[in-house]
């Protein structure tokens, strides 16, 4: 079965998702968390609270609703914004356990976690996203949501043989459906792949380049796939994506070959073919454009930094 674009690109990147931890909270309580060094989630499976990102104003987050966060900011969640909070990660560390409670536990129970991104492509995936972004609850697309996070407090709770794994892959489906929410036309995600993919008239294009990136193909082919004219579809892609078609497609190639270069022992010249490149010599003037070093260089010093 041909892979999609979202498959490919999160193979790529090499998402993991997994609950890290949570808690239970009622009265007047705050909690203050430091800046994640990836990106980051967090679900209210009970009750509400607000939730503060540094630079922002306070978000009201209701049951079942789903916060994101890419930016590399601290944020505070709490009861009241007014509520002065307690250093979270002193009180789990302190405690020694992954969910803690707060006060009576009775009017919020909030569970988080990570996404690990691969460190070479996973930028393909963080860019795509706006620094922070919640997602209600109550709408219809958020009712896969719901039954995810209904799973996810039973692996919790429950304590079931394989619940590790079990919320993992939980996680990871949670993390799909967020990013399947956002291809409806959110306006708040920037110009790139996402904002493309999620456009009903440019998806066409952008799966084929996905399916089949050594092809050589041409603006043509690619508009009359989106049963458009070529210069239209080349400015409604540019405005979409932020780049025009082929040179999404060049882009896309090298990230292809970054993958293969680090993890895969083939020669230059088979990943220059691998990607469509007619000549070693075309790809390493391409691939350095890209990323300022030649593919031997670049694999060397991910070598390199492998090792240390």
């Given at each position: ?180 929410a956002q291809m409806n036309g959110n306006s708040r995600i920037p110009r790139g792949w996402l ?61 292809i070959a970054c993958k293969a270069l680090r993890d895969d022992d083939l020669p230059v010249a ?38 240390a």
């Open positions: 079965m041909t892979s999609d674009a979202l498959s490919e690109i999160l193979h790529l990147t090499t998402v993991e998702s997994m609950v890290t931890g949570g808690f239970d909270a009622g009265g007047q309580w705050a909690l203050r968390f430091p800046a994640p060094k990836s990106i980051k989630f967090f679900a209210l499976t009970q009750g509400a609270c607000w939730t503060q990102i540094d630079g922002e104003a306070p978000v009201r987050f209701e049951e079942g609703d789903v916060g994101l966060l890419t930016a590399q900011r601290p944020y505070t969640v709490s009861s009241d914004p007014s509520v002065t909070p307690l250093d979270a990660m002193a009180l789990f560390s302190g405690r020694g356990r992954s969910f803690v409670t707060l006060g009576d536990a009775a009017d919020c129970s909030y569970l988080g976690g990570h996404v690990l991104l691969d460190p070479t492509s996973g930028t393909l995936l963080s860019e795509a996203l706006p620094p922070w972004l919640r997602i209600d609850g109550t709408t219809e697309q958020a009712g896969r949501f719901r039954w995810l996070l209904d799973e996810l407090v039973t692996e919790r709770t429950q304590r079931l043989p394989g619940n590790a794994l079990v919320a993992s892959q939980l996680a990871q489906l949670l993390f799909v459906q967020i990013l399947r904002r493309a993919l999620g456009d009903p008239r440019l998806a066409p294009a952008v799966q084929l380049m996905h399916e089949d990136p050594a092809r050589s193909w041409h603006l043509d082919e690619l508009a009359r796939a989106c049963a458009m004219s070529r210069s239209s579809f080349a400015a409604r892609f540019t405005a979409t994506a932020g780049i025009g078609p082929l040179g999404y497609l060049a882009r896309w190639r090298i990230h088979s990943v220059a073919a691998l990607i469509g490149y007619s000549s070693q010599g075309a790809f390493s003037n391409a691939f350095k454009r890209a990323t300022g070093l030649s593919p031997s260089l670049w694999r060397e010093r991910q070598a390199g930094a492998n090792a």
